[in-house]
């Protein structure tokens, strides 16, 4: 399927949406707590599985370039291919995973959004874990103490948010052609 350029216009705002939360941040120690997985929940329920990939992409890129888009307004490949990086990166394919379990035309209620969005914390975990792991030559316990254990039950009352949040944003931005 070609990309129309209502879902390039589409893709993009989400990707600014999630350079905006990336901001929010609390600042914990080596590794803020931040909202950028929120957007990327959102994202991916909203849009869909290949609209959420390109506003993912587009967010990458972004930093890739230099921008400073990611928490800490950060940017450039050393943010990407440093230790956390994995976890960003993971975003690129957890955002379709989810979007196309979620489906964009079906019903998809709250319980399953979370379900699926713990489907996609799991690929964001594995994948951060692993860059993390090799990069800093730490072992699986340890780099889940420090990388994992301490944010899982703040990502998941994010889940929670992002599913009422995706929920109602879904029905306006359909009943009003937008997605």
């Known amino acids: 399927m070609k990309l129309k350029i209502r879902d390039m216009l589409v893709s993009a705002l989400f990707a600014a949406v999630t350079v905006v939360f990336a901001q929010i941040s609390i600042p914990t120690g080596n590794i803020p707590f931040t909202f950028s997985l929120l957007a990327v929940f959102v994202t991916s329920m909203v849009l869909g599985g290949r609209r959420a990939f390109w506003a993912m992409f587009i967010y990458i890129a972004l930093g890739a370039a230099g921008l400073p888009v990611f928490a800490g307004f950060r940017g450039g490949l050393s943010v990407i291919l440093g230790p956390t990086g994995g976890y960003i990166l993971s975003y690129i394919i957890m955002a379709p995973v989810m979007g196309y379990l979620a489906g964009r035309e079906r019903s998809c209620g709250r319980i399953k959004m979370m379900l699926i969005m713990l489907v996609g914390l799991l690929i964001c975990y ?47 931005l359909k009943k009003n052609n937008f997605i």
């Open 126 to 172: 594995a994948l951060g874990t692993a860059q993390f792991m090799i990069i800093r030559q730490t072992g699986l316990l340890a780099t889940l103490s420090l990388t994992v254990f301490p944010f899982v039950a703040f990502d998941l009352v994010k889940i929670i948010g992002a599913s009422v949040l995706s929920f109602e944003l879904r029905k306006v």
